[in-house]
Nanobody
Framework: VQLQASGGGLVQAGGSLRLSCAVS????????LAWYRQAPGKQRELVAA???????NYADSVKGRFTISRDNAKNTVYLQMNSLKPEDTAVYSC?????????WGQGTQVTVSS
């Protein structure tokens, strides 16, 4: 299983970005998926997660601004980020949580300027 994240970049505060994470392998549809982020000098934190059935949960700091979704036909999970703030600046990584293993993608940098 391999995960490839993309979509990061530099955006002004108030702007939007959509991250994508394409997953190889046949376990995508039966796995939970999540986005994490790590800002410089801080611990990695869970941003959003989505179950195989489509249930979602979010960190309080992003509720109402970020939306996680999945497309099982494309083996891709998305993170739509709106109303971005400078404190959202971090490296964002995707994770697949399988029945017995977990897999991580490489990070993609998101920088929000004030």
């Amino acid at each position: 299983v391999q995960l490839q994240a993309s979509g990061g970049g530099l955006v002004q505060a108030g702007g939007s970005l959509r991250l994508s994470c394409a997953v190889s392998g046949s376990i995508f549809s039966i796995s939970a998926l999540a986005w994490y982020r790590q800002a410089p000098g801080k611990q990695r934190e869970l941003v959003a997660a989505i179950s195989s059935g489509g249930s979602t949960n979010y960190a309080d700091s992003v509720k109402g601004r970020f939306t996680i979704s999945r497309d099982n036909a494309k083996n891709t999970v998305y993170l739509q980020m709106n109303s971005l703030k400078p404190e959202d600046t971090a490296v964002y990584s995707c994770r697949l949580i399988g029945a017995s293993d977990t897999y991580w993608g490489q990070g993609t940098q998101v920088t929000v300027s004030s």
